[in-house]
């Protein structure tokens, strides 16, 4: 892995709000020009975490990529392999490829090394992500792009790529769930937006909980405002506080100093103290 820049109190933040122990323990690693030891399947889980927090830089391989021609993508298409690749994609994405979309394939195949049933199964994630972000087939530029994001996580065997597009597509279904919780359609999550919401997924809040952590957003704000629902479900998360039955016992079940002010539970009255000191 390539040295990272020094550390940074962004990061620190960043990493803290992820509760992802491996991908800070990855993040220090990478920061001294080393490899933290974890297996494999936690490498990649700590990996995604970095990337979804924009902590780790663009590989130096995207840089250095070759300029295919058109006489390397007739070459290639001379090959068996590349020649049985090409079709299968095409069949996949429903059309033929362009001469430059031949070239981000022949990206895949040649620069990456990326295996062919291991290029399927990236093609098919591909294909279904998009499909329930309710958008159009992915291009082959996008395809390329998420190619190596995959290097990048070493995930070169049919078996990672599949328990990696399991685990991917799983997490997906869940965002859209919760979008439709939250009353967002119709339009893709921002990046910050996403950070959330996939945060609340790594802290483990079922469904139900985040409901009422919406409503409760709803109801002090009277709209939604993602920080100070954040701010709910942050609390819950640092006092163990995840499943309805546990908040309902936390968040009544008071000591005097916790009694309601002006109609707000301490939580919510916390929730608000820190909103105003970060503006």
Not at 142 to 165: C, S
Not at 229 to 247: D, F, P, Q, S, Y
Request: hydrophobic share 40%.
């Amino acid at each position: 892995m390539a040295k990272q820049e020094p550390f940074r109190s962004e990061a620190a933040q960043a990493l803290a709000q992820s509760g992802d122990g491996d991908a800070a323990l990855v993040y220090l690693a990478m920061c001294a020009g080393t490899q933290a030891q974890l297996p494999p399947e936690r490498l990649e889980s700590a990996m995604l975490t970095l990337r979804r927090l924009g902590l780790v830089e663009q590989t130096v391989r995207q840089t250095h990529r070759p300029e295919y021609t058109e006489r390397d993508v007739t070459d290639g298409l001379g090959t068996k392999e590349f020649g049985a690749l090409v079709g299968q994609v095409q069949r996949m994405l429903g059309r033929l490829l362009s001469t430059e979309e031949l070239k981000c394939l022949l990206s895949i195949h040649d620069y990456l090394r990326m295996p062919a049933e291991v290029t399927a199964v990236l093609v098919s994630y591909c294909i279904r992500r998009a499909k329930l972000r309710g958008g159009r087939l992915p291009t082959m530029r996008a395809i390329e792009k998420e190619a190596y994001a995959w290097a990048d996580l070493g995930i070169d065997t049919a078996d990672a790529a599949v328990a990696h597009m399991r685990e991917q597509l799983q997490k997906q279904s869940r965002v859209g769930k919760i979008c439709a919780i939250i009353q967002i359609s119709g339009r893709s999550l921002t990046a910050p937006e996403l950070r959330y919401v996939e945060s609340w997924i790594e802290w483990g809040f079922p469904d139900d909980a985040i409901r009422l952590a919406y409503e409760k957003t709803c109801l002090n704000t009277t709209g939604m405002k993602w920080a100070y629902m954040n701010g709910i479900l942050k609390r819950w998360h640092e006092k163990g506080l995840h499943t309805i039955a546990e908040i309902e016992q936390g968040d009544t079940a008071k000591p005097h100093t916790q009694a309601k002010k002006n109609g707000l539970s301490a939580l919510e009255q916390e929730v608000i103290a820190q909103l105003m000191e970060e503006d």
